[in-house]
């Protein structure tokens, strides 16, 4: 007797998990060369997922709050804060008396300590952060035990612009 669609045992699926509240602002300047970089900005960030999991025996995957709930802590560690890259080749942090410096081709840039979180990234990119925010991610306690295979995670500097990074699970 054939299995219908209803019956059989399928081995995975993907989640799309897309929430306008998966946000965060953030001010940034993004460096081009050793000279050149932009001036100090901002930008309403948003982030989204992609995540291929083996659908259990009840129909279904995993709670998806879990997920919501791990992406939008991740988001509000950096909200409202201004992003510098400690990664970078072209740019120098100093701590001082309260104060952060980004130290850039003849620049000292002076920051508050309490509005700057330095990032582990060459540079603030929606690139780098799609990275920094898969790996961060993967690394949650929530997340560990999940049976995850595939994971891309998407960033987003505004409409129309975003950069993804992918995990997969064995690779």
């Known amino acids: 007797m054939s299995q219908g669609p209803r019956t059989m045992n399928l081995k995975s699926t993907q989640i799309e998990i897309s929430k306008e509240y998966l946000n965060f602002s953030v001010g940034h300047f993004t460096i081009f060369s050793k000279s050149h970089r932009e001036n100090l900005h901002g930008h309403n960030y948003r982030l989204a997922a992609t995540i291929d999991a083996p659908v259990e025996r009840e129909g279904l995957t995993f709670d998806y709050n879990l997920i919501k709930k791990t992406i ?44 700057v979180t330095v990032l582990p990234i060459s540079n603030v990119t929606v690139e780098e952060l799609s990275h920094y925010f898969l790996y961060r991610f993967l690394e949650h306690e929530t997340v560990v035990p999940l049976p995850l295979t595939k994971v891309v995670f998407k960033c987003s500097s505004g409409d129309g612009q975003w950069a993804s990074s992918q995990w997969v699970k064995g690779e």
Request: with cysteine.
């Open 72 to 115: 939008k802590a991740l988001c509000d560690e950096i909200d409202e804060q201004v992003l510098l890259p400690s990664d970078s080749p072209y740019l120098d942090i100093e701590e001082d008396n309260g104060y952060i410096y980004a130290l850039f081709n003849s620049e000292r840039l002076p920051f508050l300590k309490r509005d």
